[in-house]
């Protein structure tokens, strides 16, 4: 079955850029009719999703971040990434990817990013 | 942006009692795109329901949902000591996907 995996720095300083990719196993990338999501989870708090990329490129951003968000595909690597510019404590979260059809079906384990000097 | 409000935040009860959870709202979503997830302490959510009533693979039939445009509810039917967690309605039919603040189930 399909697995995803993240990956990346858990310490971030403020104003550098945070970076992350999402491995995708058990299936590829381009198969499908899928989206491939980054949706993070701040301390204590609920979920807020990020953005998605289709295998084809085309992206989509919350706007409360799309200044700051890129989200690329490798499908020749089965990943994706996330690149999220000028962080601050704000950004301080747990980081996941996710498969996205009419839900997010597939998830990974996440990842714990701490923005601080 | 829809504003997804769920109530209430948290709900107390007791192992084979019913678990009735709401998600309203701020305009209408189509029933295809609302999912409900469980997040117990640590993990990444696991999709429960999507299409408003789908229940998703392995999900076990104690879990339903309902609803139609900006009214979606989650039951419960007996509650099992594993499913005390919080869980968060979420759609996806209008740009940004957006989550409802959660409702917390714990046990009483």
């Known amino acids: 079955q399909v697995q995803l995996q993240e990956s990346g720095p858990g310490l971030v300083k403020p104003s550098q850029t945070l970076s992350l990719t999402c491995t995708v196993s058990?299936?590829?990338?381009?198969?499908?009719?899928?989206?491939w999501s980054w949706i993070r989870q701040p301390p204590g708090k609920g979920l807020e999703w990020i953005g998605y990329?289709?295998?084809?490129?085309?992206?989509y951003y919350n706007p409360s971040l799309e200044s700051r968000v890129t989200i690329s595909i490798d499908t020749s690597k089965n990943q994706f990434s996330l690149k999220l510019s000028s962080v601050t404590a704000a950004d301080t979260a747990v980081y996941y990817c996710a498969r996205s059809s009419y839900g997010l079906d597939v998830w990974g384990q996440g990842t714990t990013v701490t923005v601080s000097s | 942006e829809i504003v997804l409000t769920q109530s209430p935040g948290t709900l107390s009860l007791s192992p084979g009692e019913r678990a009735t959870l709401s998600c309203r709202a701020s305009?209408?979503?189509?029933?295809?795109?609302l999912a409900w997830y469980q997040q117990k302490p640590g993990q990444a959510p696991r999709l429960l329901i999507y299409g408003a009533s789908s229940r998703a693979t392995g999900i076990p039939d104690r879990f339903s949902g309902s609803g139609s445009g900006t009214d979606f509810t989650l039951t419960i039917s007996r509650l099992e000591p594993e499913d005390f967690a919080v869980y968060y309605c979420?759609?996806?039919?209008?740009?940004?996907?957006?989550f409802g603040g959660g409702t917390k189930v714990e046990i009483k």
């Open positions: 058990g299936g590829s990338i381009s198969g499908g009719d899928y989206y």
């Open positions: 990329i289709y295998y084809s490129g085309s992206t």
């Open positions: 979420q759609q996806s039919g209008t740009s940004p996907l957006t």
């Open positions: 305009q209408s979503v189509s029933s295809s795109y």
